[in-house]
């Protein structure tokens, strides 16, 4: 554990120093690796160790991204932040709790849709109470807060999955991932493990989605709420590893920038090997490319 | 609204409903069968709609005439992928919830993987061409011919499977691994032929589907998911496994949602067919059909 | 005779090609102008028709003639441009690496309202002017950015030319359509103030979402209503959809309008003889002026004889970017002095006047365009009118 500490420290300081010392596309850059970075380990927290695949990261970051733009301006920054993430854990929570008592595909299927769902009910919302749709997000922070926020919030996911793995929660989690009934007779609670891992990882989506939303000044339902940043969360957070601390984070860094250079030239090869990868990886290595480094580690 | 116009918006909902069942049919071979939720039928629905339109546009090759083509290459590809991806998932996974996590992650993989393979080779531009667009009146009412060839064709493929699983060898096998794996296994069915070629078989119909679609809709690479999550919603409320429940099923979504469209205003057809599905989910879990 | 011709054209042509290394070395570096423009994703459709060509087109044909004339002395353009994938992200991304490390000396827009709301503050705070030719929302005029200018027309005169139309040709009653985000909500709501007082009642009116399939269901409760007019405020594939649908189910209003993608050549291609006397929106053909005659033949005969110029927001495109040759050419390439220069003139481009108060066009008057005999007249306003109205739509063929 020290030594992860140790790890996180070093290359917190070495972020927090880039808008100092980078171009402020370096900076651009390094807020996207951040980005995937803690939505794809707060992710992995709950579905790599549970092993219950959720599809829905862009449901809840586009919660907090709407949730935030609503109270931006009107609100301190770091409550927009908060709010935005608690908006989206509640919604985890309620969702869970309907339906996470069923298996994993129907949890997985379900989650898929969530997010259609969830925009088009907050389309009808906006439409009918405010009588117009979309956000133009007039009082923006300066770009040094949003790095610096989204910085925090990564380190913050990283900290909690560090302490959440050693804690009796995390366990559970592993257990339920391991063998669910198993855990359930050794006396854990599953429903409320699954909804509590469910609603953590649901609130940093949110947190970082109030966060990145002020960079794009308009938001529709159509723009916070597209597939791909969920899509892609999972992809790496799998590929990555997810039951493991650094798997997710070294995939997301490496890929943050893969896309960066290949997003110019061949932006469709980039998403059909991350594909291709992805399959590779359940044929061959169930444990994500971690297992190659910590082949300990057990594969959701 | 006239009576003439209700039985109009029924019969366009049984139209839309026509192709969900056909898609959830596949769907729910391959889900009932194997295991294997593959979350990315609606892409293959995709590959069968741009074959048709490439070969419709290119050689002017009928429509009509694709549809026993996109049949069998989805169908091929199906085997392909199942050789290819599957068999060694079963291999490898150590227990059934093992597997299905697996396989639907290798099919979320696929689904990345098919998708962006058609935006590279034929970008994200809509297609489309017009095929027997004229209108056909029916008893007062106004149909486009395409629209009623597509529900013509849905119901017959979904007719030929269900004949085809009762009637033929092949089908009872079929129908026995879907009670009863290990007891059909057990009986000496051959399920290392039978699981690739009913693989195959569920591609298949997602690729008719999706030659029929291209008659009447735009083609785009991300046409697919809607489709995806529809047969979905659609297996899950006529029961895992129940191909009559699947036809069914898929006919009764379409018209709710037209009729859904109708009162409200398509903005909420998808928040709808989503309630429809959760509360099915969280009251029947098995599926409307399936007795317990 | 020739003999002496001959002498003097050689005796011009010998300071000429003396002075050729110094004209070559006078030219310069070359004027870098960059954009992100949708060439993958949803976007693709509108931006590869309305706007990317027309960049091309303009590239080549301003360094054809020498290259971009900045306060009198050519230097050529070179575009620096990438793919956004339809993705706002990436294009904040791309304008922030070619505003902010490269410094490129000129930018042109990216493709939609979406894309325009995310960059235009950005391309204030970098000090470079931007003219959107497919942006359009009140919203956007509202944030009040100096260095950023809209060239189409936007809501409230669309519609009122759209009810003006209507009103002037005996419509009593409307059923409306619209799609579910902003363009769809803010014309619909201009629709509305527009009809109050018109003499037109709305007898239905339902919304969508984007990437709608179907849509017959509700065309068919419209036709159960028999409206005097259809007014469709959607996209392109849903602007094809509803025509389509329409023809299937019978449906034919005396007035059938779907607002974007009308304009553009798809729409004939798909609807074929089917497109006469729909109306839509556009501002512009060949018959506007002899500017935007030319403009058309080159660009069909850079792109093909397939690959014509919308009739509504490509003109737009190409009226910015005449607007901004001649600020280059005028006052160079400080970009403050191109923006005072692009605020406070009076533009002649191949749509007329242009003018700006704040970020709005006001030079060009909302207008409604008609599919007559193969062509996409301008019917109303009157001054600006290409073809009269033709006043009942013809029943789908």
């Not at chain 1, 257990?175 to 198993?182: K, L, N, T, V």
């Amino acid at each position: 554990m020290k030594r992860d500490l140790v790890l996180v420290l070093v290359l917190a300081a070495a972020a927090l120093a880039l808008p100092f010392v980078g171009s402020e596309f370096a900076v651009s850059l390094a807020l996207t690796c951040l980005m995937y970075a803690s939505l794809s380990s707060s992710w992995a927290l709950f579905c790599g160790s549970t092993g219950y695949l959720s599809l829905a990261t862009a449901a809840f970051f586009g919660l907090g991204a709407y949730s935030g733009a609503l109270v931006l301006g009107q609100l301190p920054w770091l409550l927009v932040i908060v709010i935005g993430a608690a908006v989206a854990a509640v919604t985890a929570i309620v969702m869970g709790a309907a339906v996470l008592h069923l298996r994993g595909t129907y949890f997985a299927v379900l989650t898929f849709g969530m997010t259609e769902l969830i925009r088009h009910a907050v389309t009808y919302w906006e439409k009918r109470v405010t009588g117009t749709v979309g956000r133009v997000l007039v009082d923006v922070p300066e770009r040094e807060t949003v790095y610096f926020t989204v910085l925090a919030l990564t380190l913050l996911a990283i900290v909690v999955a560090i302490v959440v793995r050693r804690s009796r929660f995390g366990l559970a989690m592993a257990g339920i991932g391991a063998d669910e009934q198993r855990a359930q007779t050794l006396g854990v609670d599953t429903r409320l493990v699954k909804i509590g891992g469910f609603a953590i990882s649901a609130g940093f989506a949110g947190a970082i989605g109030a966060a990145m939303s002020v960079r794009w000044t308009y938001i529709d339902p159509a723009t916070v709420f597209s597939p791909f940043i969920a899509f892609q969360t999972v992809l790496i957070a799998l590929i990555g590893g997810a039951a493991t601390l650094w798997g997710p984070l070294i995939a997301a860094v490496v890929f943050s920038l893969l896309a960066e250079t290949l997003r110019l030239q061949l932006p469709h090869l980039y998403m059909m090997s991350l594909g291709m990868l992805l399959i590779v990886c359940v044929l061959y290595l169930p444990g994500g490319l971690a297992s190659l480094r910590w082949p300990g580690r057990a594969a959701p | 609204m006239s009576a003439g116009a209700w039985l109009e918006l029924i019969a366009s909902g049984l139209i839309a409903g026509g192709v969900y069942a056909l898609v959830a049919l596949g769907l729910n071979l391959q889900y009932g069968l194997m295991r294997i939720l593959d979350i990315a039928h609606g892409e293959f629905l995709m590959l069968g709609a741009f074959v048709t339109w490439a070969a419709h546009s290119s050689f002017g090759i009928s429509p009509l005439a694709m549809v026993p083509v996109s049949f069998l290459l989805l169908m091929i590809v199906g085997i392909a992928l199942h050789r290819l991806i599957f068999r060694r998932l079963t291999r490898t996974s150590a227990t059934l919830d093992v597997f299905e996590a697996r396989g639907l992650m290798a099919c979320f993989g696929l689904m990345f993987l098919v998708q962006n393979f058609a935006q590279l080779l034929w970008g994200g531009d809509l297609r489309g061409y017009d095929f027997l667009a004229e209108p056909v009146a029916i008893g007062g009412a106004q149909f486009a011919a395409n629209k009623l060839l597509l529900i013509a064709m849905a119901l017959l493929f979904s007719a030929a499977l269900i004949v085809v699983l009762r009637t033929t060898l092949l089908g009872k096998g079929v129908r026995a691994l879907l009670q009863s794996p290990t007891g059909a296994q057990l009986v000496g069915i051959d399920t290392r032929r039978l699981h690739p070629l009913m693989f195959g078989v569920g591609l298949g119909l997602s690729g008719v589907a999706g030659c029929l679609l291209s008659m009447t809709e735009a083609i785009s690479p991300s046409m697919g998911e809607p489709y995806t999550v529809t047969a979905l919603i659609v297996i899950t409320l006529g029961g895992f496994g129940s191909m009559a429940g699947a036809l069914v099923g898929g006919l009764a979504l379409g018209v709710i949602e037209a009729i859904g469209m109708h009162l409200t205003s398509p903005s909420l057809k998808s928040l709808l067919s989503y309630g429809i599905f959760i509360a099915v989910l969280l009251w029947r879990p098995n599926g409307l059909f399936v007795r317990k | 005779m020739t003999s002496r011709r001959t002498l003097i054209r050689a005796v011009t042509a010998l300071p000429a090609a003396l002075g050729l290394p110094g004209i070559v070395r006078a030219q310069g570096a070359p004027v870098r102008v960059g954009y992100a423009i949708a060439r993958t994703g949803p976007w693709t459709g509108g931006a590869q028709v309305s706007q990317e060509p027309n960049y091309l087109l303009w590239a080549e044909q301003q360094n054809a003639a020498g290259g971009l004339s900045v306060k009198g002395s050519r230097r050529q353009i070179e575009l620096v441009s990438s793919d956004d994938r339809s993705e706002v992200e990436t294009c904040v991304r791309t304008y922030e690496k070619l505003m902010g490390s490269d410094k490129v000396d000129l930018v042109l827009a990216p493709w939609g309202s979406n894309a325009n709301f995310a960059v235009a503050p950005l391309a204030n705070r970098f000090g470079y002017p931007f003219l959107a030719p497919t942006a359009l929302s009140r919203r956007l005029v509202e944030m009040k950015l100096p260095y950023f200018f809209l060239m189409l027309q936007q809501p409230k005169p669309m519609m009122d030319a759209l009810v003006d139309l209507l009103t002037a040709n005996g419509a009593k009653t409307m059923a409306v359509v619209y799609v579910d985000d902003l363009f769809g909500l803010e014309n619909y709501a201009a629709l509305k103030v527009a009809v109050q007082g018109s003499g037109i009642s709305i007898v239905e009116d339902k919304s969508y979402p984007l990437g709608v399939k179907d849509l017959a269901p509700v065309l068919r409760s419209i036709k159960d209503k028999a409206p005097d007019a259809f007014v469709g405020l959607t996209y392109p594939p849903d602007t094809i959809l509803v025509s389509r649908q329409s023809k299937e189910i019978g449906f034919n209003p005396k007035f059938f309008y779907a607002s974007v993608g009308t304009a553009f050549q798809l729409y004939r291609n798909v609807m074929q003889a089917g497109a006469e006397g729909v109306l839509g929106m556009g501002s512009w053909n060949t018959k506007t002026s002899a500017g935007a005659k030319a403009y058309f033949d080159a660009h069909v005969k850079k792109f093909g004889a397939q690959k014509e110029p919308d009739r509504w927001a490509s003109g737009a495109c190409w009226a910015s970017l005449e607007i901004l040759t001649n600020a280059v050419a005028k006052v160079g390439l400080d970009r403050k002095a191109i923006r005072d220069y692009v605020a406070g003139t009076e533009h002649s481009t191949i749509l007329g006047k242009i003018r700006f108060v704040g970020s709005e066009n006001v030079g060009t008057p909302g207008s409604v365009g008609q599919w007559q005999k193969g062509e996409f007249e301008v019917v109303w306003p009157k001054a600006i009118a290409t073809a009269p109205l033709v006043p009942a739509k013809p029943g789908w063929v």
